[in-house]
Structures are given as structure tokens and as C-alpha cells.
């Protein structure tokens, strides 16, 4: 069973947000960090520090803002739900974002895959 970590929403975690364990990407330890601060606040701080992959190497594609974007559902960036498509091909090097609206419909690649 996979976890999501309710930080930086990151989809694979593979223990329970809890008891010490320590999320591979923003590197939160559950149980310490978020005793003293909301997840809100540690995911500001993330950000604030570059959101940058926090364990070993990120996963191939891995983008910290198309992560909040489409694993936190829009909430993270909720002026975004309205407008914005993002689409990853299964074995996709770059991220596009699509904006529909109020422009007209143009793609902006996003970041190239590391690797």
C-alpha cells in the first residue's frame, strides 16, 4: 500500500504519514516536524526553501510543482483549477501545461526530466 505525504503530496510514500517517518521528498518526520508545525507550514517552508527532492535521487519526471498541482488536487494553486491542463505522457521527459483560459490555448513546457 502506497501513502501520500499531506506536506508536499507526494503519492508514494510506503509507511503511514507517522510514528518517525520521514517523507523522501520534502523531508518531513512525522511525528517531530509537524508536532510544532501544520503541514501547511512545513509545506510554505519546503517551497520557501526550493522545494527540492530531500532523499537520494527523485523519481524520473519528478517536478515539485506539477506534484502539488495534480496529487494535492488544485488545492494548492486553487486560481489554477479553472484553467490549466497539465498532461504527462507515460513516458514523458517534459511536463506540459496547457493554459485554456482567459488566454488563448497555448503549451509551455514546464521542465525537462533529469537523467
Not at 507517522?18 to 512545513?42: K, M, V, W
Not at 537520494?56 to 498541482?69: D, E, K, N, S
Amino acid at each position: 500500500m502506497r501513502y501520500t505525504c499531506p506536506v508536499c503530496f507526494f503519492p508514494k510514500l510506503p509507511y503511514p504519514p507517522r510514528d518517525y517517518h520521514i517523507c523522501p521528498c520534502c523531508g518531513t518526520e512525522f511525528g517531530n516536524d509537524d508536532a510544532d508545525f501544520s503541514y501547511a507550514q512545513l509545506r510554505e517552508m519546503w517551497l520557501a526553501g526550493g522545494a527540492s527532492w530531500f532523499f537520494g535521487r527523485a523519481p524520473a519526471g519528478w517536478h515539485a510543482l506539477l506534484q502539488l498541482i495534480t496529487f494535492g488536487n488544485g488545492a494548492y494553486f486553487p486560481s489554477f483549477q479553472s484553467f490549466v491542463n497539465i498532461h504527462l505522457e507515460d513516458n514523458a521527459t517534459a511536463a506540459i501545461l496547457q493554459i485554456t483560459q482567459p488566454a488563448p490555448s497555448r503549451e509551455i513546457p514546464l521542465a525537462q526530466a533529469s537523467g
